[in-house]
């Protein structure tokens, strides 16, 4: 299962768009992209998920480049809410049962 | 909307005794998981389960067991709980290919 390395924390102000990357260098070729928010005394909830390019839903966009060796996802115009952590996983949900491996996670606070 | 019910919020065991963690799925998908959950250490899959009486080992496996005798339903014990394995206890589903829904988690002492 590939490996992902992300930002320990990160800092925001209100209305700013903020940017969490997420690096895979050894990411197999059936393997997707996908993202996660977790709140304090809740379960992870599935924000984004994709292949190749850009993938863009309600919430947020996910950035990712040719080599698929590195993702971003970008919040536009964080608010106090999104004070979170986010977790970038990699797997082939074809197989393994969609098994993938959870990383530390990006503690993100946007702060007012 | 999906829906993954964990039965207890909070369980405080003791040392030695038999534990259960329940997790029930609404949604009649195939994949169910077992993670804890530790600061600094992330999420780390126990076990999983992609159909009823399947199951595979995760990352960390010790000390556990699990059982899916029926498809909305996967069961965590611990068979002899030891103060280590104190720590939130996630449970998720999946359907095939689909991303993972996930309880709110099981706050599970152990004294």
């Known amino acids: 299962l590939a490996k992902t390395t992300q930002p320990i924390s990160m800092d925001s102000y209100e209305g700013q768009e903020v940017n969490i990357t997420c690096s895979h260098n050894?990411?197999?070729?059936?393997?997707?992209i996908t993202w996660y928010q977790q709140f304090p005394s809740q379960g992870p909830r599935f924000i984004i998920q994709?292949?190749?390019t850009k993938v863009t839903n309600e919430v947020a966009s996910l950035f990712i480049p040719a080599d698929r060796k590195s993702s971003t996802l970008s919040l536009p115009r964080v608010s106090l809410s999104d004070t979170a952590v986010y977790y970038c996983?990699?797997?082939?949900?074809?197989?393994?049962?969609?098994?993938?491996?959870f990383g530390d996670g990006t503690t993100l606070t946007v702060k007012p | 909307d999906v829906k993954v019910t964990q039965s207890s919020r909070y369980l405080v065991k003791r040392t030695g005794e038999k534990v259960f963690l329940e997790c029930v799925q609404d949604m009649d998908h195939e994949n169910m998981f077992w993670y804890r959950q530790d600061p600094g250490l992330g999420l780390r899959l126990i076990y999983f389960s992609y159909d009823v009486k399947m199951k595979e080992k995760g990352d960390i496996p010790e000390g556990y067991s699990v059982s899916r005798e029926k498809k909305e339903r996967f069961s965590l014990i611990l068979e002899s709980a030891s103060t280590n394995q104190t720590s939130m206890y996630l449970c998720?589903?999946?359907?095939?290919?689909?991303?993972?829904?996930f309880g709110d988690g099981t706050r599970l002492s152990i004294l």
């Open positions: 050894n990411i197999a070729t059936n393997d997707y």
């Open positions: 996983l990699v797997g082939d949900p074809w197989t393994n049962a969609g098994k993938s491996t």
């Open positions: 998720a589903s999946s359907p095939l290919t689909g991303s993972q829904h």
């Open positions: 994709g292949y190749k």
